[in-house]
């Protein structure tokens, strides 16, 4: 008997609601979370966009201010994530033994500010500052002391900046001692994470995980995307499916679901979203980063898509809902539609689709597990969000988006698909919940 | 009190368990570019640390590290691939080529498809000197009289311009995910990719996860391992802040000491290593040679405290047990512990007390060494490139020595090899390893039977 995982919570902190309850209206009525940038200045950058989380103070989700100093926004949104998770699930003290309780979380590398890193070096070295000032510059003269305690780091600056330590906060918040997982792919990992906590459950590893990703807006990844090219430059959110090859908008934020195994969520009485059903992780090498020439094909993107279904025992005929990735391109073309053209053929066209990035922006480790809490919605109140601002481009011509108003439908299975930038495709698959 | 919903029987949901056989391995390490050189100088005691070379630090209090030497990538890369081979994949490149072929596997002649590729490994921290560029000028200089006028709290950066630097290249990160990335592309393997991140137990939990990708049949064949390049500006200036590194400059050799009453931190260390894990039949059936078969993994977080390891050793004793669940093993059975022994007064403590917490009594007669006495701390890598020591240790009943083990701690009083390579009998063994922060996770091979 294969053992069945059902998600019983949700926490959300994103640029459109800091909880489920805010979170599911603001996407029905396509509220748009996006705005200019308001955390960081960069007035030389040319991405100006992006999809902020507002309102958050890490004091309602129990993160004692002594601590924070150790915890840099990614950090404090997953852990805040996690609290509302569990919150959410009604799972109450020990309910789970903690070497029971497994935690997978979707991470995006080194977290620190070129600035930080910067005064870190020269203060370890004890040397003050020598830096190459142009003559005449309004600085030249003002000497800079790396003793200056204004200019300091704190002491344990590195453990705010390595990229497990959202897991290891959330294992001391919450007393979780079981299996934990940081997964690293940038875009899927959020998803990869939820699919792999599925996993993990199934295989009999752990009953109970607490699985989703997690990601900040900060300088480091800001200049690096855009050194690539992948950030667009317009001012406001990028229509979904955009092939204009303007580049994406950045979205933050974090997203965790409490997954359980489906009977002993029964037996405590937990409230049940939906079963998680199917998972596929599939490596593109093709579409690295976009660089190859064989950007265009889409069969990778399509066979994530069937692994999952079949990781489900599911035919394409059975998916009443898919929530697309619908990322912006930064290289021309449509891969996604011709990939669900592909997979679903004659049936694609009646097929419901939204996504949700023209609201949020492209969340990162963060996005694949917001697309997954979105689908799981949409399985638990039989209610398909709008995807606003979708492009009207001639291949999206055939097929159902729902671009206006929210739809209600009688959903039984959706996919939720997340298509990694640098080629990490993962789509998951969410079924009503039945006993 | 409030009931338990724990799942007694989970084990057993587990049907009949494919079984996963370790058919090759590579590395490159601070002791040699291949397994062979790396092993013959470990089982001699040799020390890989020297001072540090890649880069000026003679400013940092810290110059001393185990850099891998006279490293040369010959493999063809393309164009425009290039700018994302860092130091770190190009090692994980290299070993794993050393991997395929020490496992006889031919690639041209396998379904790629079945081939998947798990690596544990860091993203590649900025280059400094990338960054005085970025600064040269001197809008570095508004940019911290910002900061000293906020009081330290200032985030933002006035004038930064980047644009003269910014090409189609990335220059400030190569995130974590390129190593495997790059091994799909350069070997054109078309299976699944999966790529973790917890710091010093990254590559293990790679292998744990690459073991269950074949029990769950999501791949017949996995390369699997770590690859890590930490010898920066970065992580000096980073490990030395938090006290991490020891800090014996004069002694290089005599730096790293795991389980020594002078023990003083650990040493930074870079390389990678490469596993070919296999189903066994499908092992079976192209007569590949078996060097081992990993029958356990399994995984723990301390939820303890960020800066230290718990003193009782709970948390560490969750991920050994779980492996030893999992194989279906009892605490008898293994007779060769590769432990996580970084050096640090901390970690060497805990992990003696957590040994204890598992074996009780039968801990005292088990060999426990640290690799790391001679290789340094490799940290993402770390526990790949200890697990295939190991497993040349099952292979050559052979078990290396603990170097620079002199002034005996109390606290760690388990039987650690001291200085000279033992011949023993080795059936089973465990690997530990432990990360920053509290994550776990250890692995069991056992001789192929």
Known sequence: ??????????????????????????????????????????????????????????????????????????????????????????????????????????????????????????????????????????????????????????????????????????????????????????????????????????????????????????????????????LSKETGACPAFDSSEKGFTLGEGSVVMVLEEKELAEKRGGRIYAEITGYSSYYDNGSFYRVSSKDQDPSGLSECIKQSLSCASLSPADIDYIHADGRTDIKGGAPEISALKEVFGKNAGNIPISTSKPLTGHMLPASGAFDAASTVLSVYHDMIPPAKNCSKQEALKGLNIIAENPLEKQIKNAVSNTFGFSGEHTSLVFSKYKQ | MTAHYADKNRYKAKKEKRRVVITGVGAVTPLGNDIESSWQNLINGKSGIAPITLFDASNYPVNIAAEVKNFHLDTAVPEEFKPFLGRSTSFCIKAAEEAVKNAGLTLDLIDTSDIGISIGSDEESANFSLFEKMFENADILELLMARKSANGNSHSFPHLDTSKH?????????????????????????????????????????????????????????????????????????????????????????????????????????????????????????CAKILGEITGYGSSSNAYKLTATPENGHGPDIAMKAAI??????????????????????????????????????????????????????VASAAAIELILSTLSLNSD????????????????????????RNKRVETILSNSFAFGGQNASILVKKFQ
């Open chain 2, 398 to 421: 052979l078990i290396p020595p603990t170097i620079n083990y002199e002034n005996p701690d109390p606290e760690c009083d388990l039987d650690y090899v001291p200085n000279e390579s």
């Open chain 1, 1 to 230: 008997m294969i053992r069945r995982v059902v998600v019983t919570g949700l926490g959300i902190i994103s640029p459109v609601g800091n909880s489920t309850g805010e979170v599911w209206p603001s996407l029905l009525n396509s509220k748009d979370g996006t705005g200019p940038i308001s955390s960081f200045a960069y007035p030389s950058f040319p991405a100006k966009t992006a999809g902020e989380v507002k309102n958050f103070n890490p004091r309602d989700y129990k993160i004692k201010p002594k601590s924070l100093k150790l915890m840099n926004k990614t950090i404090q949104y997953a852990i805040a994530s996690a609290y509302l998770a569990m919150e959410d699930s009604g799972i109450e003290g020990e309910a789970y033994p903690p070497e029971n309780s497994g935690l997978a979380l979707g991470v995006d590398g080194l977290q620190y500010s070129a600035e930080e890193f910067f005064l870190a070096c020269y203060e370890s070295t004890g040397k003050d500052l020598r830096i190459n000032v142009s003559p005449g510059n309004k600085y030249a003269d003002i000497p800079i002391h790396t003793n200056d305690p204004n200019l300091s780091v704190h002491p344990l600056w590195p453990l705010s900046v390595l990229a497990n330590m959202s897991l290891c906060h959330i294992s001391i918040q919450q007393q979780f001692q079981g299996p934990n997982l940081a997964f690293s792919s940038i875009d899927a990992s959020g998803a990869q994470s939820i699919g792999e906590a599925f996993k993990s459950i199934r295989h009999g590893e752990s009953d109970f995980y607490l699985a989703g990703g997690s990601y900040a807006l900060n300088t480091m990844s800001f200049m690096s995307l855009s050194a690539m090219g992948l």
């Open chain 2, 166 to 286: 910014l090409g189609k290249i990335w220059p400030f990160r190569r995130s974590a995910n390129i190593a495997a990335s790059m091994l799909s592309i350069l070997q054109n393997i078309q299976g699944p990719i999966r790529t973790t991140s917890s710091a010093c137990a990254s590559s293990a939990q790679a292998i744990g996860k690459a073991v269950r990708m074949i029990q769950d049949n999501d791949a017949e064949v996995m390369l699997t391992g770590g690859c890590d390049s930490m010898i920066g500006e970065f992580s000096l200036t980073g490990f030395t802040k938090i006290r991490a590194l020891s800090k014996n400059n004069d002694d290089p050799e005599g730096a790293s000491r795991p389980f020594d009453m002078k023990r003083d931190g650990f040493v930074l260390g870079e390389g990678s290593g490469i596993l070919i894990l296999e189903e066994l039949s499908h092992a079976q059936k192209r």
């Open chain 2, 325 to 378: 669940d999992d194989a279906d093993c009892d605490i008898d059975e293994v007779d060769y512990i590769n432990a996580h022994g970084t050096s640090t007064y901390l970690n060497d403590k805990s992990e003696t007390a957590a040994i204890k917490n598992v074996f009780h009594d039968r801990a005292y007669q088990i060999p426990v060494t640290s690799n790391k006495s001679m290789m340094g701390h490799l």
